[in-house]
Each structure stands twice: as C-alpha cells, then as structure tokens.
C-alpha cells in the first residue's frame, strides 16, 4: 500500500487498523500509513486496513492547464485524447509511457482507464512536473523510472500490455524491435512522431525488424480568443503496432 499510494498526499487519505480484532489487546486507531511503527504492530499478528479516499477522483478529461510543464511542453488535448484512443486500454493493463515529459498521457490513462503506468524520463526539470502532476491528479500503483529509458526498461521483468513511445530520441527508436518483444500477446505499442527525420528512422527500424504497423498523420487547427485567432498545432505523425 505504501507504494502504490507513494505520490499522494497525507491529507488525501485517512487510515485506520483494525489491529488483533476479536483479541484482548486490540487496538483499533488511525495511523499514518508512511511512517509506521512496526514496534507497536506485529504484522505477522491478524490485522485490517481502512483507508478512507478524501478526494475525489479525476474524470480523466484534463485541461493542458491541469499539468505542470516545462515551457508547455505537453501533448496537446485532442492529440492526447486521439492517443488514449488510439492504445485500446482497459483496466489493469500494464502501460509504459516512455519519454514521459509531463505525464500527461500516462496520467490520464490511469485517471480514465484505470492502468499501472510506468513512467520514463531523462530529463531532470521534466521529472520534477511529472512528479507534481502524479500528486496533483493522485495517481496510484505507479512507477517513475529517471534515466535512458532503453537502459532502464531491460532491467524489467513484467512485460506491458501497452507501450506509448512519445519520445526518447534516436537510441529510444533503435529499441523499438525489442520493445515490440516485450509486449504481452495481443499488446499494442504507439509511437509518435513530430518530425520527418524520426519518422523515417521509425519506419526503417520496423521495416528491417519486419514488424507490421499502421502509420497516419494528424493535423490540428485550433482558433482561440475573442477575434478566433489561428493557433495551428505541430502534425502529428502516429504508428501503431499490433502483435
């Protein structure tokens, strides 16, 4: 519990032990569950937990606004929605965000999907948003690796049923035949694109690799203020792989 509850708050919940119920000695009381005494309570003895969830649950439908990031570094929106879309998720699936930048992906997979998220991130001053933003939208049973993704993610053991590549570089994009390996039977892997020159690089690596993937392109208008001011978005480049 201590772990999956790692990024929230003490104030979002409250918990209580049911401790040697039924026994002389029991105790029944409310503890801090991030720093317990295990002087006072034998685990080994019969016990229950109460935790109490005091707020409320995001709906999974976030504005940009609602993310902490570096200099509006974030997939947009639509574009996050169409990606959630694009995934098939269902509850309980394993997810890799790799090239996490603000999260916001993974945390709305999990706020509307109900996923495990396993972040990945390189970048220092992105992680610090990704950490603000995993306590402000109370995400659990996550996991936020900092570092060269394409190191770190051999040294798992469980396979995803998901994998969203939204970034890494060039040595993210050379893992991708391993990374298809990794995925469960019947997993989905998308990958997104923002430039020609990783695109192609994506394309040759699967074409050499001899995985099947569907590739298409998404280009968003979008016209804000009072006079509707053209605000046209970066496209999109998608490629998704099914195993």
């Avoid at 390189?122 to 995993?134: Q, T």
């Avoid at 979008?222 to 490629?239: H, N, W």
């Amino acid at each position: 519990m201590q772990k999956a509850m790692k990024y929230l708050k003490p104030s979002d919940t409250e918990v209580t032990i049911g401790y040697k119920l039924g026994y002389e000695d029991e105790m029944i009381e409310k503890i801090d569950i991030f720093n317990f005494d295990e002087n006072k309570f034998d685990l080994q003895q019969p016990f229950v937990l109460l935790i109490e969830k005091l707020f409320e649950s995001k709906n999974g439908l976030s504005s940009d606004s609602d993310f902490d990031t570096e200099r509006g570094m974030i997939t947009k929106k639509y574009k996050r929605h169409l990606t959630l879309q694009n995934l098939d998720l269902e509850p309980n699936q394993l997810l890799w965000d790799i090239g996490a930048g603000s999260g916001s992906c993974g945390i709305e997979a999990f706020a509307r999907y109900k996923t495990n998220t396993i972040f990945f991130e390189k970048n220092l001053e992105r992680v610090k948003h990704i950490k603000a933003n995993l306590t402000n939208h109370q995400v659990l049973n996550c996991e936020l690796y900092v570092g060269e993704a394409q190191e770190i993610y051999p040294t798992l053991e469980e396979n995803p049923q998901r994998i969203f590549v939204g970034g890494g570089g060039e040595k993210v994009i050379a893992t991708l035949p391993y990374l298809y390996e990794r995925l469960d039977e019947n997993g989905i892997m998308l990958i997104n694109a923002i430039t020609l020159k990783h695109l192609s690089q994506m394309i040759e690596v699967l074409n050499t690799a001899k995985i099947e993937y569907s590739t298409h392109s998404i280009s968003l208008t979008t016209y804000k203020g009072k006079l509707d001011l053209v605000e046209p978005e970066r496209q999109l480049f998608q490629i998704k792989v099914c195993k």
